[in-house]
C-alpha cells in the first residue's frame, strides 16, 4: 500500500523552527530519488500552492522564504522545516510526490502531484 505519513505538527508560538516528517512506504522498488516531492499547506477556505518541493536525483529544489526542505534518504523520509513561524504558517500541512523519472527539476504546483499524505496541523499563535 502506498503511503505518505505526516508527523511533526501541533500548536506553536510565533517565531522558532517547526520542522514537519513525511515518511513514505509502500512504494516498491522506488526510492526518493525516483520522486517529485513536495509539501503544500492548506488552510480552509483557501488555495495555496507548495512551499517547498524536491528532486533528489538532480539535486535541485524550490522554496519559499522560510522555507526549507530536506531528505533522509536511508528513512525515506522527507522534513519541511518552517522558520520564523508567523501565525499565516497555520494549516494543514501535506506531502506529496510524483514520478521524477526523466525530469528535470521539481515545481511547487499542487495540481502536479497525485499522491498526498493525510496531512498534519500546524497552528501559530502570537
Known amino acids: 500500500q502506498l503511503q505518505l505519513v505526516e508527523s511533526g505538527g501541533g500548536l506553536a508560538h510565533s517565531g522558532g523552527s517547526l520542522t514537519l516528517s513525511c515518511a513514505t512506504s509502500?512504494?516498491?522498488?522506488?526510492?526518493?530519488?525516483?520522486?517529485?516531492l513536495a509539501w503544500s499547506p492548506q488552510a480552509a477556505g483557501e488555495e495555496r500552492e507548495g512551499v517547498s518541493c524536491?528532486?533528489?536525483?538532480d539535486n535541485s529544489m524550490d522554496a519559499q522564504s522560510r522555507f526549507d526542505i530536506s531528505s533522509n534518504n536511508a528513512k525515506n523520509t522527507i522534513y519541511l522545516q518552517i522558520n520564523n513561524r508567523k501565525e499565516e504558517d497555520s494549516a494543514d500541512y501535506y506531502c506529496?510526490?510524483?514520478?521524477?523519472?526523466?525530469?528535470?527539476?521539481?515545481?511547487?504546483?499542487?495540481?502536479?502531484?497525485?499522491?498526498w499524505g493525510q496531512g498534519t496541523q500546524v497552528t501559530v499563535s502570537s
Open positions: 506529496a510526490n510524483e514520478s521524477g523519472i526523466g525530469r528535470n527539476g521539481c515545481v511547487l504546483k499542487r495540481v502536479l502531484y497525485d499522491r
Open positions: 509502500g512504494f516498491s522498488g522506488w526510492t526518493l530519488d525516483d520522486w517529485l
Open positions: 524536491l528532486n533528489i536525483r
